[in-house]
């Protein structure tokens, strides 16, 4: 009577708490920012560019299509520049498969200045996104 067994532990599995908040912005499972980490991209840009390319890709499909593209920018008020638009498609859809994966997307926002000007205007209209300079977008 001396030896007193234990009660074995119980597992019981927590029921997972439902998150109430609707998911404004819905992580792709198989998005890891660190892929993208190079010695000239730094995790937050990643993660920065990753909310700019979610603004884009309206549908989540990960890839920008050009009408998403386009309704961006009008929604961006470029609505006039349509040309723009595709000329950053032409630009970006490096294998012609006629929307922007994210690859692509973080190939353009992260080049240098280069010779180019179309990616210099480029790198103004992401710079709009960060108005306020505090390092995030602001999703509405
Ligand atoms: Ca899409």
Redesign the pocket.
């Known amino acids: 009577m001396s030896k007193k067994n234990p009660p074995p532990p119980i597992k019981t599995t927590p029921p997972t708490p439902a998150s109430k908040q609707p998911p404004k912005q819905p992580e792709k499972k198989g998005f890891t920012p660190e892929d993208y980490v190079t010695l000239t991209i730094p995790l937050e840009e990643v993660k920065d560019i990753k909310l700019a390319f979610d603004i884009f ?9 050009p009408q ?1 593209l386009k309704q961006s920018f009008i929604d961006l008020g470029f609505g006039g520049q349509n040309k723009f638009v595709y000329q950053i498609l032409a630009e970006l859809d490096e294998d012609q498969s006629g ?1 922007i994966g994210f690859d692509e997307f973080l190939k353009l926002a992260t080049a240098k200045l280069s010779e180019k000007d179309s990616r210099a205007d480029i790198i103004k209209v992401f710079a709009t996104f960060d108005t306020h300079k505090v390092g995030k977008i602001t999703v509405l």
């Not at 890709?57 to 299509?65: E, R």
Request: charged fraction near 35%; aromatic fraction near 0%.
């Open positions: 890709d309206g549908d989540g499909s990960g890839t920008i299509d998403e929307g």
